[in-house]
């Protein structure tokens, strides 16, 4: 007992110093498309008992990734990121969402290991967070169209997948110039349940309109460019006639039937609620 209490001793005094500078990291799924974006969140916490200073030092990165491929390959990064310096204060965390697809080859079929990492130059050490996994799969394509483009020349063609998750079906988009082997993007457009196929339609300005039921009675409408961007994403409620995309005379596309439904929000201070063409156009929700 007398030889075991130093030892309890020494591993108390030393713990502390593990716990300097806390980090974690999360995905919000763990199964993801191949070139769909790959959103890590990484969470930083000062446990160091006063306000720290993160920063680069000489060829030193204050913040980096470890990532490892199937067999346990290590990836070099695509392009180095210069991350700024940062000031954390004591007892507070600092939470940033990075896109793993724009800084690793992560878009070949398989698993990942994932590990941040956050370097201390006040003690000239690394902390590390827990390792995750995530993979990378494929989607069922079922729509497909090759479509030129208006300025610049060049093809583009959209596709539409599907992939099935756990408690899910979610619609996914695909922007690619095959001829040069190029994925401008590849995202979600919402989840997708089996009343109705995705209808698909390409307007005079060969951009991709596409409508799918959501949910009972509710229709997701989006708008995809040539560039890959989503130009659009509102939804639709069915009222005494079922949405549908609709081409006019002019070679525009629309919606016909249904209802454009905007969630009601509370006015405060006298101020009229926003409305949703108000806000900017954006991805969907993560599923």
Known sequence: MKRFLPCAALFLIALPGHAQIQVDLKFKRLQYIAYEPVIATVTITNLAGRDIDLHDDNDQHWFGFEVTANEGRTLGPLVQVPEPPLQIAAGTSVTRKIDLGKRFPVSDLGVYHVRPNVYFADLNKYFYARAKVFEVTTARPIWQQTVGVPTGGGERTYSLMTNRFADHTSLYARVEDKANGLVYSTYSLGRLISFDEPHAEIDRDNQL??????????????????DGKLLKHVSYAETRSTPR????????????????????????????????SDRPADLPAED
């Open 209 to 226: 309109h596409v409508l799918q039921c959501s949910a009972p009675r509710l229709w997701a409408y989006s708008v995809v460019g040539l």
């Open 245 to 276: 995309l609709r081409r006019m005379a002019d070679g525009s596309v629309a919606v016909a039937g249904g209802m454009l439904d905007v969630p009601v929000v509370p006015a405060r201070n006298g101020k009229a609620a926003p409305k949703l």
